[in-house]
């Protein structure tokens, strides 16, 4: 029998434990444990986004797409220095009333992507309040400091799967703090997914909560662990078991919303960016405005574009 609740503990505790333990004693769990599975079926939908700097334009997929490992120099969310990986928002929308019901809406995934790759929108996420309904549980994308945002040029891709990809879900048992998180999909998840077996897995759930917290790090400099340490070698001991990479809600809007990362060769063989597009944004009375400037549809085979506005 197995007390997860000492191995947490003893993970999180003073002095961290040396990376080579913290791996010893990760692969030993995941061996054993009940692991979620996030299943993507082809034309499953993501969103990666970069920032136009000095009026430069984006021509090609390349690069929109994952950073080559000799210009990594730093572990982040899921990768160590050793590793490359493929990050990106999902486009998997989730409502709760009257039922649980799931749909595609790339807005949505763009949104999440642009809170959490802009430094003027990372912390700035008014993810609680500014609803129109209040009956929605989906808040509007609304932004604290607003006077820093004018005129900023991004350029997206839409990438779609093309054959079906297994993550691991890195936080079934913890999600964020909301009302309609905690009341309804944490319930539906534990429910529909998790089979607790207490002559195996005594404590199981403390274990996922401790790993939450460690995929959830906001990295902030006070942070004893804002290296993503734990979470990094977490994500490279699945990717070895044989699952293309992992899947954790959307920190940076408080858990409204799904990231991924998914290894490098995988997605070369099971993703197609089949859209990009520039936009320009700004923000007014709180609210982010997104105006798309030039969106071109990429045929099968084709990995170069022109995204250059006409005016130019």
Same mark, same amino acid.
């Not at 913290?22 to 993501?46: A, E, M, N, Q, W």
């Not at 400099?221 to 078991?241: F, G, Q």
């Given at each position: 029998?197995?007390?997860?609740?000492?191995?947490?503990?003893?993970?999180?505790?003073?002095?961290?434990?040396?990376?080579?333990?913290?791996?010893?004693?990760?692969?030993?769990?995941?061996?054993?444990?009940?692991?979620?599975?996030?299943?993507?079926?082809?034309?499953?939908?993501?969103?990666?986004?970069?920032?136009?700097?000095?009026?430069?334009?984006?021509?090609?997929?390349?690069?929109?797409?994952?950073?080559?490992?000799?210009?990594?120099?730093?572990?982040?969310?899921?990768?160590?220095?050793?590793?490359?990986?493929?990050?990106?928002?999902?486009?998997?929308?989730?409502?709760?009333?009257?039922?649980?019901?799931?749909?595609?809406?790339?807005?949505?995934?763009?949104?999440?992507?642009?809170?959490?790759?802009?430094?003027?929108?990372?912390?700035?996420?008014?993810?609680?309040?500014?609803?129109?309904?209040?009956?929605?549980?989906?808040?509007?994308?609304?932004?604290?400091?607003?006077?820093?945002?004018?005129? !900023?040029?991004?350029?997206?891709?839409?990438?779609?799967?093309?054959?079906?990809?297994?993550?691991?879900?890195?936080?079934?048992?913890?999600?964020?703090?909301?009302?309609?998180?905690?009341?309804?999909?944490?319930?539906? !998840?534990?429910?529909?997914?998790?089979?607790?077996?207490?002559?195996?897995?005594?404590?199981?759930?403390?274990?996922?909560?401790?790993?939450?917290?460690?995929?959830?790090?906001?990295?902030?400099?006070?942070?004893?662990?804002?290296?993503?340490?734990?979470?990094?070698?977490?994500?490279?001991?699945?990717?070895?078991?044989?699952?293309?990479?992992?899947?954790?809600?959307?920190?940076?809007?408080?858990?409204?919303?799904?990231?991924?990362?998914?290894?490098?060769?995988?997605?070369?063989?099971?993703?197609?960016?089949?859209?990009v597009g520039l936009i320009r944004l700004n923000a007014e009375g709180g609210?982010?405005?997104?105006?798309?400037?030039?969106?071109?549809?990429?045929?099968?085979?084709?990995?170069?574009?022109?995204?250059?506005?006409?005016?130019?």
């Open positions: 029998m197995r007390d997860y609740t000492e191995l947490a503990t003893w993970l999180s505790g003073e002095p961290r434990p040396t990376e080579g333990n913290v791996r010893k004693v990760l692969r030993d769990c995941f061996s054993t444990i009940g692991l979620l599975i996030h299943h993507l079926h082809p034309t499953y939908r993501l969103v990666r986004v970069r920032r136009n700097m000095r009026s430069r334009y984006f021509g090609s997929t390349s690069e929109l797409s994952y950073r080559p490992l000799k210009s990594m120099g730093s572990r982040q969310r899921a990768n160590t220095e050793h590793t490359s990986m493929f990050y990106a928002s999902s486009c998997e929308r989730c409502e709760m009333h009257p039922q649980i019901r799931v749909f595609t809406d790339e807005n949505y995934g763009l949104n999440i992507a642009l809170f959490e790759s802009l430094t003027e929108l990372r912390d700035n996420c008014m993810h609680g309040f500014g609803r129109v309904d209040p009956s929605n549980p989906w808040p509007l994308f609304r932004v604290r400091t607003p006077d820093e945002i004018r005129d !900023i040029r991004v350029t997206y891709g839409v990438w779609e799967t093309t054959s079906d990809l297994q993550l691991v879900s890195a936080c079934p048992h913890a999600m964020h703090d909301e009302d309609w998180v905690q009341q309804n999909l944490r319930g539906h !998840i534990l429910n529909s997914y998790v089979i607790a077996d207490l002559l195996e897995r005594l404590k199981e759930s403390d274990f996922w909560k401790y790993l939450a917290c460690e995929f959830s790090n906001l990295g902030w400099p006070a942070s004893r662990n804002c290296d993503y340490a734990v979470s990094a070698i977490a994500a490279e001991i699945l990717c070895e078991m044989g699952f293309g990479g992992v899947s954790y809600p959307s920190t940076r809007c408080d858990g409204r919303g799904i990231n991924v990362a998914i290894k490098p060769e995988v997605a070369d063989a099971s993703l197609r960016c089949v859209k609210e982010l405005l997104i105006e798309h400037e030039k969106t071109v549809e990429l045929a099968a085979g084709v990995d170069t574009f022109d995204l250059v506005p006409t005016s130019q």
